[in-house]
């Protein structure tokens, strides 16, 4: 079972930005899609954005594009979540997951998780 983690997290004025990492235990696979999502304080866990490893094809909650944007380092066997303008309710645990299908908005398709990453917005 490939493990992943998140990194990058933290406290953070509104308006202000970070980016998060996932990396995993082994390399991704071309088959892979990696998604972000995240769980705010009392809710359920919602889609954020995901990416296909072989041709870096994405998805963004329309509530999020242009403010939040994910990418991949083929190299670095590393896949990121740029976020800018951060408001209080980007205040969230945010995980990575691992699935297979592409452009997959529902949690269902995802398989393996992170443990997560705190983000905290502040007023």
């Known amino acids: 079972q490939v493990q992943l983690v998140e990194s990058g997290g933290g406290l953070v004025q509104a308006g202000g930005s970070l980016r998060l990492s996932c990396t995993a235990s082994r390399r991704f696979f071309t088959s892979n899609v990696i998604g972000w999502f995240r769980r705010p304080p009392g809710k359920g866990r919602e889609f954020v954005a995901t990416?296909?490893?072989?041709?870096?094809?994405?998805r963004t909650a329309d509530s999020l594009k242009g403010r939040f944007t994910i990418s991949k380092d083929n190299a670095d066997n590393t896949v990121y979540l740029e976020m800018n303008s951060l408001n209080p309710e980007d205040t969230a645990v945010y995980y990575c997951a691992l699935g297979s299908t592409r452009g997959a908005a529902d949690e269902m398709w995802y398989r393996s998780w992170g443990q997560g990453t705190q983000v905290t917005v502040s007023s």
């Open positions: 990416i296909a490893w072989r041709d870096g094809y994405t």
